[in-house]
């Protein structure tokens, strides 16, 4: 398929350009709290990002929603590539997902004027990112450090019957065994590591999703709850 070979191609040559200049991040971690929420595919980052939204006025954005939409706008350059990455369970390059984030971001903070809203301010969950180490690394030099990262955990056996049930109504191209198999596989190989970096600067809650949808949801407002205590 050498048309996304050419796009993979001219997405890293982007990020090479960019490398070379020092940037700083677009937000400033003082006025914007960005929580980035992780797991396995189907864990449950969407159901309870949701809840969470309701607590504390957050701007959820998913990752792969915001790729969902690219691949579906008209005139996007990104559509086939994105497809097929979604397809194959394979990670999209990186500047593609960071703009996309980024510019939704600065939309968020420029129409919302809610509390906590005000002057720039603003708060996110960034939902199923970063993905990659890459993706990780861009972000907090372009666009913003995280204050914390929730971590949802439960076993492939939970995850993949969740993601059939979801499939059955979805209309996801990614909700079939096969597809999800690669998506195990691409969770442990490339996102893990993200996590376990993470991890060890401290900046980790880890949160069993295998019981119910309030359970989890408790346990993840206490976690949210103290990091916004903290940034404040
Ligand atoms: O999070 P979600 O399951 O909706 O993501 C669907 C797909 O979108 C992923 O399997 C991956 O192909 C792509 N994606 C990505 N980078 C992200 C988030 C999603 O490449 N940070
Ligand atoms: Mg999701």
């Known amino acids: 398929m050498p048309a996304v070979i050419d796009k993979i191609a001219e997405a890293l040559h982007l990020h090479k350009n960019r490398s070379t200049v020092a940037s700083t991040p677009a937000f400033d971690e003082k006025k914007v709290t960005v929580i980035f929420v992780l797991g396995g595919p189907g864990a449950g980052k969407g ?110 056996e939970v995850m993949l019957e969740r993601l059939l049930e979801r499939g059955k109504t979805s209309g996801r191209e990614d909700d079939n065994v096969e597809s999800i198999k690669k998506r195990f596989r691409t969770y442990k190989e490339q996102t893990m590591p993200v996590i376990e970096q993470y991890e060890k600067l401290g900046k980790v809650a880890e949160i069993d999703s295998s019981v119910t949808i309030e359970e989890v949801h408790e346990k993840a407002k206490v976690a949210v709850q103290k990091s916004l205590a903290r940034s404040n």
């Open 47 to 156: 159901t309870q990002c949701a809840r969470l939204v309701q607590d504390h006025d957050f701007c959820h954005l998913s990752a792969g929603d915001l790729l969902r939409a690219e691949q579906h706008r008209e005139g996007s350059e990104y559509g086939q590539l994105i497809q097929t990455c979604i397809k194959e369970g394979t990670i999209v390059p990186m500047e593609v997902t960071v703009k996309l984030l980024e510019k939704a971001m600065k939309a968020a903070i420029a129409e919302k004027n809610s509390e906590g809203w005000e002057d720039g301010r603003g708060r996110f969950l960034i939902d199923g990112f970063p993905r990659k180490m890459d993706q990780a690394e861009m972000f907090e030099q372009e666009v913003c450090k995280p204050s914390m990262v929730l971590f949802f955990t439960t076993t492939e």
